[in-house]
C-alpha cells in the first residue's frame, strides 16, 4: 500500500498535493510543527499591526496642514565636514539585512545537526540586531537633541516626530526582543537541548521571526525613509 | 513531525494534584475555559445592571438621582464595551472555544497549555484594568463605545482625564491576551486533530470557532494599533486623530490629524468585530439545531463555505458604519454594495438552519428553544440590517434607536440567546448534570419574550426620529406623548429581563449539587466531546486511548442504523455489518477489517 502511494505521489500536482493535505486528518500542514505554525499565524496577525501604523502613518502625512520634513535632510550626517543625506540609516538597513543572511545560514547549520557553527551564527545575528538597535538609540538621541519631539519638532509637521518614534520604535521593540529570543535559543543550542531530540526547528522558528522583522523595516524604510 | 505531535506522553499523565495548580494556575484547557467563562459572566452582569440604570433614567427620568448626564453617558459607555469585548468576544472563544476545541477535535489539550493559562491571567487584568475606572477621579469615560475623538480624550467629556486612558489600556491588554488565546485555538484546529479527523468532519461550532478566531487575530491588531495612537494622543500630546480645535476661545495644542483616520480604524476592526461574535453563535447553534433536531445539519459544505465567507467579506464592509461621517459619497456606494452582498452567505445559512429543522424530529429542550429564537431573532436583526446597510435608508434613519433596536437584536440579543442555549446544553458535559428545567423554561420564555418587548417599540422610536444616546427626552418639542410611554414600558420589560437573568445564574448554582444526573451523553449527540470516558472529562481528555473519527458529525436518524445516532468515533464497519446482518439473515463472512475508505493511510500505517 505504501509502496503504491509513494508511486502515484509522483504524479499528482502540488495543487493536488496540496487539496489532499488540507483535506486529510491531524494536520492540515504536513511536516509543520506546533510551534512553527503558531509562529506563521502570529506574524500574519503582526503584519496587521505594522500595516496599520504605516497607514496611520500615510493618513497623517496627507492630513496634518505643515509641510512634511524632508527627510534626506533630517535624517543626514555630517562626516568629514561632508552632508551625507541618510547614510546613518542605509548602514542600519545594510546591517539589518546582513544578520538576515547570518540567520539563514544558522538555520541551514541547525538542519545539519553542526550545534556550535549554528549557535555561533545565531549570536552574530544577535550582535548585528543590538548593534542596530544602538544605531536607533544613537539616531532618536540625535533627533532629540535637535528638538524633535512626538509632539513637535523644528523641521515642519508635528505628526512627523509622532510618526516616526512610534513606529521605529515599535519596530526596535520588535528587534529587541528577537535579540533576547535568539540569544536564549542559541544558548540552549550550545548547551545541547536540542540534539537530544534530534530536532533544530526552534532555529527556523527564531528565523521565520528575525526575517520578519527585516522584511517590515525594509518597508519602513521606504515608506517613512524615501519617501 | 507527526509522531512528534501526536506522541502520547500524557496518556499517563494524571495531571496537576494541588488545588492551585488544578483550578488556579491550571493548564488545563477545561479549567480555563470555566475561569474565562465566570469572568465574562461577572463583568456582563456589571453590564447588565448599568442598562438597568440607562434604562431607568429613559423610561421614568429623575427617578434614581445618581444617573446624571455625566453618569448616564459613561454607563452607556461601559455596557457597550464590556458587552460587545469582554463579554461576548470572551465568553465564545476563550470560553467554549477553549472548552470545546480539544474535546470536538480530539485533541487532549489545546497545542500550548502555558500559554493559554497566560491569556485568560491576562484577559483577568484586562478586565480588573476596565474596572478600576469606576474608581478614579472622574469616572469611566463616557465617550460612548466608538471612542471616537477628538471628544473622548479633550475636557468635556466624563472621564477624560483617567476613565479613557484606563479605557484604552485595557482593550490594549485584552488584545494581548486575546492572541496568546486566539493562536492556541487556531493552531489546535489546523494541526492537532484526532486521527480521522479532517476540516470537513469538524463540528461547525468549531469551524465558526476557527474562523472568528482568525478574523479577530487579523482585526484586533488593528484596534490595538489605533488605541495606541489614542492613548498617544491623550497621554503625550502627539495628534494623529485631533485636528486644530479652538476650546472656550482658546486653540488647543493639537492640530493637522484626521478624526477620520481613527473611525476607519476603528471600524475595520469594529465590523469584523461583529461577526467575530456572531459566527460561533452561528457554528453552535447549527450544532444544536441539529442534535436537538435528530437530522443532519442541512447543506454542511455550504454552510463551511458560507462561515468563511462572511468571514472575509466582513472586512470590505466597514464604512457602513460611516455613511454620515462625511467621507467621500462614492465610497458609500462601495460599501453599500458589500454589505448587501454579505447578505447571502448570511440566507444561505438562515435557510440551511430551517430546512435543517424542516421534518426534523423536533425536540422542544431548552438548548432548542433557545436556537429556535436565535435564529428568529437574527433574521428579524438581519432585516433591518438591509435597511441600515443602504446609504439613502440609512441617513435619516442614523443615530436613531433604529439602530439600537438593529445592533441589539443582531449582535446582542441574538448571540446572548445562543450563548444561553450552550450553557443549557453542555453544562452536563462540564458538570455531569442538568440544569434545572422549569427554571431553564421560565428563563427562556422570559428573555425571549421580554428582548421582543424590549426591542420591537424601539423600532418605531427609530422612525419617529428618536436620537440614541441622549440623557433625557422631556423637553423635545417633536418628541410625542407615546414616545415617553413606550420608554417606560420598555424599561418595565428590561428590569423583567434582567431578574429573570439572576434565576439562570441562581439556576447555574443550584443545579451543580441537585441537578438530575447526567451521564455522559444526555442529548444523544454524536460529537466527540460527548465520547469522552469520563464526564466530566479529566486532564487529558481521553484516557488511554485516542479517538479515531470514522464518519462527520451528523449521523442522526441514518436509516437502517439500530440506533438513531451515530457517534463520530464509531467505526464504519460495525454499522454496515449491523446493516447487512439485518438485511441478510445469512451474513456472508466478513473479510479482513479495511480501514476508514474515506482516508488512504499513510505511510507506516498500512
Known amino acids: 500500500m505504501a509502496q503504491k502511494r509513494a508511486v502515484s505521489d509522483q504524479n499528482i500536482t502540488i495543487g493536488q498535493q496540496l487539496v489532499e493535505d488540507w483535506s486529510s486528518d491531524r494536520e492540515a500542514f504536513k511536516n509543520v510543527s506546533w510551534g512553527k505554525s503558531m509562529m506563521w499565524i502570529f506574524l500574519l496577525s503582526d503584519t496587521f499591526i505594522f500595516g496599520t501604523f504605516l497607514t496611520g502613518y500615510m493618513t497623517v502625512r496627507m492630513s496634518t496642514t505643515v509641510a512634511w520634513p524632508n527627510t534626506s535632510e533630517v535624517f543626514a550626517l555630517t562626516i568629514g565636514g561632508v552632508e551625507l543625506p541618510l547614510v546613518l540609516i542605509a548602514i542600519m538597513t545594510f546591517v539589518l539585512i546582513s544578520s538576515s543572511g547570518t540567520m539563514a545560514m544558522a538555520v541551514n547549520m541547525g538542519y545539519q545537526r553542526q550545534a556550535k557553527k549554528a549557535a555561533i551564527l545565531m549570536l552574530i545575528t544577535a550582535l548585528l540586531g543590538a548593534s542596530f538597535v544602538g544605531m536607533q538609540a544613537f539616531e532618536w538621541t540625535k533627533l532629540i537633541h535637535e528638538g524633535v519631539r512626538p509632539w513637535e519638532n523644528p523641521f515642519g509637521a508635528p505628526q512627523f516626530g509622532a510618526a516616526f518614534f512610534m513606529i521605529t520604535g515599535f519596530h526596535g521593540l520588535h528587534v529587541s526582543v528577537g535579540v533576547i529570543f535568539l540569544v536564549v535559543v542559541a544558548t540552549k543550542v550550545l548547551r545541547g537541548d536540542y540534539e537530544k531530540r534530534g530536532d533544530y526547528q526552534i532555529v527556523e522558528i527564531t528565523g521565520l521571526y528575525w526575517h520578519f522583522v527585516d522584511l517590515v523595516w525594509v518597508f519602513i524604510f521606504a515608506f517613512f525613509y524615501l519617501w | ?606
Do not use: C
Request: aromatic share 16%.
Open chain 2, 1 to 606: 513531525m507527526t509522531e512528534d505531535n501526536a506522541t502520547d506522553t500524557e496518556a499517563e499523565d494524571h495531571g496537576p494534584t494541588t488545588f492551585l495548580t488544578k483550578y488556579v494556575w491550571s493548564q488545563d484547557h477545561k479549567v480555563i475555559a470555566i475561569q474565562y467563562g465566570l469572568t465574562a459572566i461577572a463583568i456582563g452582569l456589571v453590564a447588565l445592571v448599568l442598562s438597568w440604570l440607562m434604562r431607568m433614567q429613559l423610561g421614568f427620568p429623575g427617578a434614581l438621582e445618581f444617573v446624571d448626564q455625566e453618569a448616564y453617558y459613561q454607563y452607556a459607555t461601559m455596557h457597550g464595551m464590556i458587552m460587545v469585548i469582554y463579554l461576548l468576544t470572551a465568553i465564545f472563544l476563550g470560553g467554549f472555544g477553549n472548552y470545546l476545541i480539544p474535546l470536538m477535535v480530539g485533541a487532549r489539550d489545546m497545542v500550548f497549555p502555558y500559554l493559554n493559562m497566560l491569556s485568560y491571567w491576562v484577559y483577568l487584568i484586562a478586565v480588573l484594568v476596565l474596572v478600576s475606572s469606576f474608581f478614579v477621579p472622574g469616572g469611566p469615560t463616557g465617550a460612548g463605545w466608538t471612542l471616537y475623538p477628538p471628544q473622548s480624550i479633550l475636557e468635556g467629556t466624563p472621564g477624560y482625564d483617567w476613565g479613557i486612558i484606563l479605557m484604552l489600556t485595557s482593550l490594549v491588554i485584552f488584545i494581548i491576551a486575546f492572541t496568546m488565546g486566539g493562536l492556541n485555538y487556531v493552531t489546535t484546529i489546523l494541526q492537532a486533530r484526532a486521527r480521522g479527523m479532517t476540516l470537513m468532519r469538524m463540528p461547525l461550532t468549531v469551524w465558526g470557532i476557527f474562523v472568528a478566531t482568525f478574523m479577530g487575530l487579523l482585526a484586533f491588531p488593528v484596534l490595538f494599533v489605533s488605541g495606541v495612537m489614542l492613548l498617544l494622543d491623550r497621554v503625550i500630546g502627539t495628534s494623529f486623530f485631533v485636528p486644530e480645535i479652538i476650546s472656550m476661545g482658546e486653540p488647543l495644542a493639537y492640530g493637522g490629524g484626521s478624526p477620520l483616520l481613527f473611525q476607519h480604524l476603528f471600524w475595520f476592526f469594529g465590523h469584523p468585530e461583529v461577526y467575530i461574535v456572531a459566527l460561533p453563535a452561528f457554528g453552535i447553534v447549527s450544532d444544536l439545531l441539529s442534535i436537538h433536531a435528530r437530522k443532519n445539519i442541512f447543506g454542511y459544505r455550504m454552510m463551511v463555505w458560507a462561515l468563511i465567507g462572511i468571514g472575509a467579506l466582513s472586512f470590505i464592509v466597514w464604512a457602513h458604519h460611516m455613511y454620515v461621517s462625511g467621507m467621500d459619497p462614492a465610497f458609500g456606494f462601495f460599501f453599500a454594495v458589500t454589505t448587501l452582498i454579505i447578505a447571502v452567505p448570511t440566507a444561505i445559512k438562515v435557510y440551511n438552519w430551517v430546512l435543517t429543522l424542516w421534518r426534523g424530529d423536533i425536540h422542544l429542550t431548552i438548548p432548542m428553544l433557545f436556537s429556535i429564537s436565535f435564529v428568529l431573532t437574527f433574521v428579524f436583526g438581519g432585516l433591518t440590517g438591509l435597511f441600515l446597510g443602504n446609504v439613502v435608508v440609512d441617513v435619516p434613519l442614523s443615530d436613531t434607536y433604529f439602530v439600537v433596536a438593529h445592533f441589539h437584536m443582531v449582535m446582542g440579543v441574538a448571540p446572548i440567546m445562543v450563548v444561553f442555549g450552550a450553557i443549557y446544553h453542555w453544562y452536563p458535559k462540564m458538570t455531569g448534570r442538568m440544569l434545572n428545567g422549569p427554571m431553564g423554561q421560565i428563563h427562556f420564555w422570559v428573555t425571549f419574550l421580554g428582548t421582543y418587548a424590549i426591542y420591537f417599540p424601539m423600532h418605531y422610536l427609530g422612525f419617529v426620529g428618536v436620537p440614541r444616546r441622549y440623557y433625557g427626552y422631556e423637553d423635545i418639542e417633536f418628541i410625542p406623548q407615546s414616545v415617553h410611554d413606550l420608554n417606560a414600558a420598555i424599561t418595565v420589560a428590561a428590569l423583567f429581563v434582567g431578574v429573570v437573568q439572576l434565576l439562570f445564574l441562581y439556576n447555574l448554582v443550584w443545579s451543580l449539587k441537585r441537578g438530575e444526573l447526567a451521564g455522559g451523553n444526555p442529548w444523544r449527540a454524536t460529537s466527540l466531546e460527548w465520547q469522552t470516558p469520563n464526564t466530566p472529562p479529566v486532564h487529558g481528555n481521553w484516557g488511554k486511548n485516542m479517538p479515531q473519527v470514522h464518519r462527520w458529525a451528523y449521523d442522526f436518524s441514518v436509516p437502517g442504523a439500530d440506533k438513531d445516532f451515530m457517534p463520530q468515533n464509531m467505526p464504519r464497519q460495525s454499522f454496515e455489518a449491523a446493516d447487512v446482518h439485518k438485511l441478510d439473515p445469512d451474513p456472508p463472512t466478513a473479510g479482513p477489517p479495511s480501514d476508514d475508505p474515506a482516508l488512504p493511510p499513510r505511510e507506516g500505517e498500512a
